[in-house]
């Protein structure tokens, strides 16, 4: 988006516009007063960048929520975050290639997750700097998926890497999830098939062709 005249003309009201997120090389949010998102949906739609609106009651990951800094810290001070069992990439500030000290995980820490920008584009292009990947999107539908696919188009020497989805809302939920634990299966992680499968026994395939 910098690189438009976008930039010369909306942010000319830049205090009340933010980048909410970078989920990928070409997955951008921003967020913040709806006039000036207005203008700047304006401007991008003029010179040829795709954009959409995103339907939100209130605009997070900008200076809209400073207002609510006080209150959150105060309503969040008795947290007591503990050690992770599990390693936590935060795409919280410049966190860096290295899990996160979950014990850091403060109404402070809190707080700047619901005000800085999401920096999951970096954080993706971190893990799989490390190796290869494979990435489990856990939600309703896909979101960040088309965004980690961008990522793994653009890393070099990353081919065994993939993205796996878990649901999606034009399909029944059982296909999806069966869908996505086959995959999973394929790319060497699979899951504890006893426990999904209870009772369930394995038997030997035909050891001919298969004729169709």
């Given at each position: 988006?910098?690189?438009?005249?976008?930039?010369?003309?909306?942010?000319k009201?830049?205090?009340?516009?933010?980048?909410?997120?970078?989920?990928?090389?070409?997955?951008?949010?921003?967020?913040?007063?709806?006039?000036?998102?207005?203008?700047?949906?304006?401007?991008?739609?003029?010179?040829?960048?795709?954009?959409?609106?995103?339907?939100?009651?209130?605009?997070?990951?900008?200076?809209?929520?400073?207002?609510?800094?006080?209150?959150?810290?105060?309503?969040?001070?008795?947290?007591?975050p503990?050690?992770?069992?599990?390693?936590l990439?935060?795409?919280?500030g410049?966190?860096?290639?290295?899990?996160?000290?979950?014990?850091?995980?403060?109404?402070?820490?809190?707080?700047?997750?619901?005000?800085?920008?999401?920096?999951?584009?970096?954080?993706?292009?971190?893990?799989?700097?490390?190796?290869?990947?494979?990435?489990?999107?856990?939600?309703?539908?896909?979101v960040?998926?088309?965004?980690?696919?961008?990522?793994?188009?653009?890393?070099?020497?990353?081919?065994?890497?993939?993205?796996?989805?878990?649901?999606?809302?034009?399909?029944?939920?059982?296909?999806?999830?069966?869908?996505?634990?086959?995959?999973?299966?394929?790319?060497?992680?699979?899951?504890?098939?006893?426990?999904?499968?209870?009772?369930?026994r394995?038997?030997?395939?035909?050891?001919?062709?298969?004729?169709?």
């Amino acid at each position: 988006l910098s690189s438009s005249s976008a930039a010369s003309d909306v942010y000319k009201r830049q205090d009340a516009l933010s980048i909410a997120a970078i989920n990928g090389p070409s997955h951008t949010i921003i967020s913040g007063d709806p006039t000036a998102l207005e203008e700047f949906n304006a401007v991008c739609e003029r010179d040829g960048i795709h954009i959409r609106s995103i339907a939100v009651d209130y605009a997070s990951h900008s200076a809209q929520v400073e207002p609510a800094r006080e209150r959150m810290l105060g309503e969040l001070a008795d947290l007591k975050p503990s050690a992770s069992r599990i390693p936590l990439y935060s795409t919280v500030g410049g966190a860096g290639a290295d899990p996160l000290d979950t014990t850091t995980m403060t109404a402070d820490y809190w707080y700047r997750n619901l005000r800085e920008p999401v920096r999951f584009h970096d954080r993706v292009v971190e893990l799989l700097a490390a190796g290869e990947c494979t990435f489990v999107e856990l939600s309703p539908h896909p979101v960040l998926a088309p965004a980690i696919s961008d990522t793994l188009a653009q890393a070099d020497g990353r081919a065994q890497s993939a993205v796996v989805i878990t649901l999606h809302r034009d399909t029944p939920a059982q296909d999806s999830l069966s869908t996505a634990l086959a995959q999973l299966h394929n790319l060497g992680h699979s899951p504890s098939w006893s426990a999904l499968y209870p009772g369930a026994r394995s038997v030997d395939l035909p050891t001919y062709p298969f004729e169709h």
